[in-house]
């Protein structure tokens, strides 16, 4: 027998012998990359109180997750990203003058509870970011909706405080919401840019919608929970948007409002498609973003709050598991839906 | 017009450039062969040599037992100078001869006969399970066997497989390039066997010389059809490649036979054409020598039983930095434990693979559900699930995700971005619970 070549060590392990080169932290690094347009408009319409709150955030999210996995003796996994994506999605749902200790509790309480203590990335029943947001929200009811008005400069430290154009719409109704800003068109177009009051990384329509054709054309999140949830909130606005206030009426919402202001657009596109806290299969994650959009109009329409997007993507997330049990594959050749066809000659 | 194909499937880069210019080429004779006497799905074959016995090319050296089996022959003329244990390939222990190759290539027997087309299909039939042909694509799986349905489940179709979907791999397109003939006189002989009247060859689209090779060579069938298929893998998986070619679905669980159809692959076809018309027994085969851990790749014509040591060495040896060396494809081959094991039937190719691009066990992250394997498992299962219940050992619950669906491609592995060793929890848990 010839001599086995010792000097070539061979690795034997289980087929397949090829992977693909995507990793979940290149996936994470890619939809926090894919914020920063969004990121950007705020620090741009917030000034520097609002870059510090989004650090902070992130900052206190990375820190947590080291301490935790650090404490437990567990692998260190902070380089993959989640923290990190977590803690941005945080702070940009953070209104901009909040104390320095909002992000750091809002933080904890995402990473550690939230995400940690039901088993780490992967297990987590709810969005981290969205438990640390409600929690702060529940908890500072005050801190958390003093809205600033954007400056669109870095000069006016001291902005005055506003509400929000959903708060308007939801406290005084649409005719309002057109004196402070003029006419349809200003209105569309200050929504589109950013230009309102709300939380640091959802004002501009624009910048999200460049980081989620990003998402789309990599294919890191895919068309079915956004449009699912935007189309179904359109809608539901569209039919009973218009019917608060004096002399409402059915089909006369304005959905376009509805979709460019509050956590829309930031949550159809960047929260509702978590990977971990959203159905696997497709089909289901039709049925959850029309959940979400629903609930969404719920809240906004019949709520006690301005905004809804925030607990309708969270109550939605207990329906995931249920939802990819529903809505289980197709084996291959289980229905004899597809019928021997005639062979063509 | 949209090309054939089934749902889901990945895109893995196919790395054929390294060996696809490659003339197929005989291998120097080897000094001595290595002939295991199970080289297919079944039996093992009873031992009918002795050692010290002189054996002549094409000699049986191993009878079947049982229906599902197949012969063995020699593949040298010369002296048997051991049997004994020798490894597999995948590690496996098996019975083997080994025969000293006194170089005279002399014949058994070996003889012309251009009108096999007008033997019945029982005598066809009968060619094809003396020569000991086994399914050449990986599986082994006894060809008579496949080529005897019955009753009760008529076939109306042969597919001949010519996706060659695994990456890397190019011995059926050689083939099919440089003996497209052969290839449709195989086709025409499983068809006479069966008494069918409709036979297909499904091609990968990436292969557009050979679709036309094919074409041309299939040119006057009437009943012959060649199909271009989408470039995906596992495209040449039974199921996948019926579903392509005549859009059936074969139930789960079931056979292509229950929707009639009987597949074979491109390098079956060839051998069922030599022992038609020559009486000549699978002895040899093309094997694809690739990788980028190999000096030169090749396609090689080699002797069943040469070692996998020798071919690396006609393709001028390993480069320094190998960490792998796979038998078959890189998506389903085995691992080799060492280099010192045959080349056996279902060998289509050996692999070698350096270091970058081998993804240690180790270095696996949890499931983020992303549902990539989900999308793209091509018989439609819960790859996630699967893998997630098996690793906290819940694997009866395995089954109500279809477990014993799986037929291992390995697709869901390649695409998981957390290099979860999915397969590897897969077959943990076919190994512990019962069907
Ligand atoms: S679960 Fe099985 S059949 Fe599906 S992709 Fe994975 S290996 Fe292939
Ligand atoms: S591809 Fe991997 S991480 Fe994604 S769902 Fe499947 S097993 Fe989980």
Redesign the interface.
Known sequence: ??E??K??Q???????????E???S??MWSVTASLLPATIMGAYFFGPRAIFTVAISIIAAVLSEYIFQKALNRKI?VS?GSAVLTGLLLGMNLPPSVPFYIPIIGSFVAIIITKQLFG????NVFNPALIGRAFLLISFPKLMTIWKEPTAAFVHLDAKTTATPLGILKEEGVAKLMEVFGDKINLYTQLFVGHRAGSIGETSAIALLIGAAFLLYRGYISWHIPASFLGTAAVIAWIFGGLSGKGGALFAGDPIVHLLSGGMLLGAFFMATD??T?P???KGQILFGIGCGFLTMLIRLKGGYPEGVMFAILIINCFSPLI?RGF???????I?E?K??E?K? | MALATFKGGIHPPDKKELSKEKIISTTKPPKRVVIPLVQHIGAPCKLSVSVGQEVKKGEAIGTPEGFVSAPVHSSVSGKVIAIGEFPLATGRMVTSVVIENDGKEEWASLKDNPDYMKLSPDELKGKVKDAGIVGMGGAAFPAHVKLSPPKEKPVDVVILNGAECEPYLTADYRLMLERPQDVVEGLKILMRILGVNKGFIGIENNKPDAVEAMKKAASGEGNIQICALEVKYPQGAEKMLIRATVGREVPPRGLPMDVGVVVQNIGTAVAIYEAARYGKPLIERIVTVTGEGIKEPKNLMVKIGTLVSDLIEECGGLKSEVAKVVSGGPMMGFAMYSLDVPVTKGTSGVLVLPEEGVIHAEDFGPCIRCGRCIDICPMGLMPSMLSVLSERGFYEETKDYNLFDCFECGSCTYVCPSKRPIVQLIRLAKSLVKP
């Open positions: 027998m010839a086995i070549k000097e070539h061979l690795i034997v392990s289980v087929s397949p012998h090829i992977k693909s995507e990793t979940t290149r996936i996994a993959d780490g990335l992967g297990f990977y971990v959203c696997s299969v497709k990819d289980k594959t197709r084996v291959f050749g289980a004899k597809t021997a066809k062979i000659k």
